[in-house]
């Protein structure tokens, strides 16, 4: 029995481990959640990385401050219906987030606006983002 216990010791671990692998596991397709979006749109730093977050290059308006980093949060939506022929306001903000230079907003530069949060920010978080732009008439 003393050399058993080890064992049922490291078969008890290993299933406690697996069976927390599987409950934190995605529980089916996102739900975009533009509530959740906005906090993340606000939030000083983002990502696994901990670059800054959205808002800290991107002003509300006008009344906010300048727009001398980022395009103006306000009007995002609209802006994005027309930005490229062919792309639904939606596919152009995911785009945007996921490849910013693939279009590149006039009087600014290619490799303004932060490249990696594809790598960094989930499936989810990404999805909470679009979302939450989609409100921004
Ligand atoms: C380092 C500054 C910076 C950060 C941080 C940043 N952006 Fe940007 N963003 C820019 C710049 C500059 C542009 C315009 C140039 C371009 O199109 O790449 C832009 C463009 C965009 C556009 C297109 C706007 C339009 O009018 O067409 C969207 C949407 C956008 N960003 C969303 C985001 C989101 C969401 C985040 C956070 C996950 C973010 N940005 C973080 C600088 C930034």
Same mark, same amino acid.
């Given at each position: 029995m003393r050399k058993l216990f080890p064992i049922i010791l490291a078969l008890v671990v290993i299933s406690a481990f697996i069976l927390g692998a599987c409950s934190s596991a995605p529980s089916g397709p996102v739900v975009p959640n533009a509530e959740n979006g906005k906090k993340l749109y606000d939030a000083s730093t983002l990502g696994s990385s901990s670059a800054a977050g959205c808002a800290s290059c991107h002003n509300f308006n006008e009344a906010a401050g300048k727009n001398d980093k980022a %395009? !103006?949060? /306000?009007g995002t939506a609209t802006r994005a219906e027309t930005r490229?022929?062919?792309?639904t306001a939606e596919e152009y903000i995911k785009e945007s987030i996921l =490849? %910013?230079?693939a279009y590149v907003v006039e009087n !600014? =530069? /290619?490799?303004d606006m932060y490249q990696t949060w594809e790598k960094e920010l989930s499936e989810q978080q990404i999805a909470d983002l679009v979302a939450y732009l989609l409100t921004e008439k």
């Open positions: %395009p !103006y949060t /306000e490229v022929a062919g792309m =490849k %910013p230079n !600014y =530069k /290619e490799g």
